[in-house]
């Protein structure tokens, strides 16, 4: 004798891997200073990083690619035909994570896994304060150094300062024009130098500095150190008429 049978259970074996490979394109921080594209092995102050990459091929009913970070799975991708984005969080000040993805199937088997992709997360400001001390003229007739609010008919000049303390790796001493950022120093232990260059005859000059580091993380702004560029010749023609004696006996 037997009872009524139970309702059927169906099951597929799969024990093939999945076939497309995976690659880790981009990460993009989206954390003002520092926005865009992070590079591989590069810095980051965003902690909850956009990441994006390809699929060699669409996945088939059942497959999805997944984000592993340091190892450990922290999610599945979005797929859109052969692209892929995911949204991490949670990531710490300080630390460096390192990526990999690969394409899964329902029945856990698990494709080549992609090459790595390592970022690490800085959202720590610079400690260092900057002072901007000298601007210096080298164009003839009249040279050396230009008084905070003077006035220079050189339209290259250098600028010179200190740093409070030396930089840390990855940090450097940014120089701004006008609230725009024109480069970045060369510096010497805790002396800095920069040589702007386009300046405008007529125009008058504010800049600033300050450190900022590989994340894009900015220490506080300098003084602020003013120029007014002249390079015109003054236009007045001058004539001598008189040389006078006023030396007795003859006047």
């Known amino acids: 004798n037997t009872s009524v049978p139970s309702d059927p259970i169906q099951v597929v074996v799969d024990t093939t891997a999945p076939t497309q490979s995976v690659i880790i394109s981009t990460v993009t921080d989206d954390v003002a200073p520092g926005l865009g594209n992070v590079a591989n092995g590069g810095s980051t ?19 999805r690619v997944v984000i592993l970070r340091d190892g450990a799975v922290v999610g599945t991708a979005t797929v859109t035909g052969t692209t892929w984005t995911f949204a991490d969080a949670g990531l710490v000040d300080g630390s460096t994570y390192i990526y990999t ?27 260092q304060t900057v002072v901007i001390s000298n601007i210096v003229d080298d164009v003839a007739p009249q040279t050396g150094n230009v008084a905070n609010g003077g006035t220079t008919n050189d ?9 409070s303390t030396v930089l840390g790796s990855g940090e450097v001493v940014a120089v701004y024009r006008d609230g725009v950022k024109v480069g970045t120093a060369t510096v010497t232990n805790t002396t800095w130098t920069f040589a702007d260059t386009g300046l405008a005859d007529g125009v008058n000059y504010v800049y600033t500095a300050r450190v ?10 300098s003084n602020n150190y003013a120029v007014s560029v002249d390079t015109s010749a003054p236009t ?5 008429s008189t040389v006078t004696d006023d030396v007795a006996p003859g006047l």
Do not use: F, H, K, M
Not at 45 to 63: M, Y
Not at 155 to 163: K, S
């Open 45 to 63: 102050n965003d902690t909850t990083p956009l990441l994006g990459g390809t699929i060699s091929a669409v996945l088939n009913s059942g497959e």
């Open 155 to 163: 339209v290259t000049p250098e600028l010179q300062g200190t740093i």
């Open 212 to 221: 900022e580091d590989a994340a894009g993380n900015q220490g506080s702004v």
């Open 101 to 127: 993805a690969r394409v899964e199937d329902a029945a856990g088997n698990r494709g080549a896994i992609s090459t790595n992709y390592s970022i690490s997360v800085d959202s720590s400001a610079p400690t």
């Open 236 to 240: 007045q023609s001058v004539i001598i």
